[in-house]
T-cell receptor
Framework: KQEVTQIPAALSVPEGENLVLNCSFT??????LQWFRQDPGKGLTSLLL?????REQTSGRLNASLDKSSGRSTLYIAASQPGDSATYLC??????????FGTGTSLTVIP | EAGVAQSPRYKIIEKRQSVAFWCNPI?????LYWYQQILGQGPKLLIQ????????DSQLPKDRFSAERLKGVDSTLKIQPAKLEDSAVYLC??????????FGPGTRLTVL
């Protein structure tokens, strides 16, 4: 069974710093990987989707990379802002069309 | 375009009672998902529909949970009877195919 791990569980950084969130998965046979943002009491917002054939995706200050062979993905956030404070989740879509989520990284950006 | 709608937003019930949640996906999205998110954990897929057919319900506790998607649009998720460990946020999501998922705000269930 696919297991998805996110480290660290929580992260606190001063405003303006660049930061990296990590996601690892045990089964490299994936179709895609998606990064989400979840604000307290709200649903998930999709940030970036990387297909298994891709190496990275970029959207604004966000850049996500995928190394399928090593079972890793990173989400890079440039010039962090207080509004980036949220929980960030990664999810992989496996071969059986199943989706597996990590437990998330809670990010706090301090003004 | 309108997002995924869910109701109710909050529900408090006593154990052994029944409860139902409703989801209206984004128009044109063939795939609909129900997730359970327990506090401090990532969402766990309960059931996935493609139009009105079930694609995956391997993690749905079928002795107490049921779900349907009539006419391939709206969906309801029911728990009967509820247990204390069912306290969680129930998230509905939809997608055109099995790619980018769009989530609703969720229903927070508390079982006393």
């Amino acid at each position: 069974k696919q297991e998805v791990t996110q480290i660290p569980a929580a992260l606190s950084v001063p405003e303006g710093e660049n930061l990296v969130l990590n996601c690892s998965f045990t089964d490299s046979a994936i179709y895609n990987l998606q990064w989400f943002r979840q604000d307290p009491g709200k649903g998930l917002t999709s940030l970036l989707l990387i297909q298994s054939s891709q190496r990275e995706q970029t959207s604004g200050r966000l850049n996500a990379s995928l190394d399928k062979s090593s079972g890793r993905s990173t989400l890079y956030i440039a010039a962090s802002q207080p509004g980036d404070s949220a929980t960030y989740l990664c999810a992989v879509r496996g071969g059986g069309n199943q989706f597996y989520f990590g437990t998330g990284t809670s990010l706090t950006v301090i003004p | 375009e309108a997002g995924v709608a869910q109701s109710p937003r909050y529900k408090i019930i006593e154990k052994r009672q029944s409860v139902a949640f409703w989801c209206n996906p984004i128009s044109g999205h063939a795939t609909l998902y129900w997730y359970q998110q327990i506090l401090g954990q990532g969402p766990k897929l309960l059931i996935q529909f493609q139009n009105n057919g079930v694609v995956d319900d391997s993690q749905l506790p079928k002795d107490r949970f049921s779900a349907e998607r009539l006419k391939g649009v709206d969906s309801t998720l029911k728990i009967q009877p509820a247990k204390l460990e069912d306290s969680a946020v129930y998230l509905c999501a939809s997608s055109r195919e099995a790619d980018t998922q769009y989530f609703g705000p969720g229903t927070r269930l508390t079982v006393l």
